[in-house]
């Protein structure tokens, strides 16, 4: 499947940070039910500083064998975020965005870099998740900032 390419403009995100050296194909999915059922998704949904619903899976770089993962949403401008909520900022670039059953979407991050080895495109640091109204039927997208080479 081929990715869509998509100029995307830059985010700040509010959510919860997950912190491991963890594997992220069991880490990350336990980290999403805890969230779900522990209310904090609702009161993020909830909160007045949000610009939409829509939730952002964020990959973070860490030390060593460490890695951050955010669940998010985008918050508005000129607001402030309470404590107890992680911020971070999705750069804007270039992207590929590619779309993904839910339950495949540890094999779509190898696909989608797969896609940019082998076209041209050097992968970039960014990367993340995107969870819109498509979630109902259980499909997703992730995304890579890339570069052409």
């Known amino acids: 499947m081929e990715p869509k390419i998509i100029e995307f403009s830059k985010k ?7 912190k491991t050296s963890g594997c992220a194909t069991t880490e990350v999915p336990a980290f999403w039910e ?5 209310g904090r998704h609702k009161a993020l949904h909830d909160a007045d500083f949000i610009a939409s619903c829509t ?12 890695y951050g ?23 804007g670039g270039t992207y590929a965005a590619l779309e993904t059953p839910l339950a495949k979407i540890g094999p779509t991050w ?8 082998t076209n041209q ?5 960014s990367a993340f998740e995107l969870y819109d109204e ?9 995304w890579l900032q890339i570069e052409k080479l």
Request: net charge negative.
């Open 12 to 18: 700040t995100i509010a959510g919860y940070a997950l």
């Open 34 to 38: 805890a969230i779900l059922a522990d």
């Open 55 to 66: 939730d952002y899976g964020v990959m973070l770089d860490g030390e060593g064998d460490e």
């Open 69 to 91: 993962y955010v669940v998010g949403c985008e918050i508005k401008e000129g607001v402030s975020v309470p404590e107890g909520f992680f911020i971070c900022e999705i750069p």
């Open 110 to 117: 190898g696909d989608i870099y797969e896609w940019a080895n």
């Open 121 to 125: 495109y050097k992968a970039k640091d």
């Open 134 to 142: 498509r979630m109902e039927n259980e499909i997703a997208e992730v």
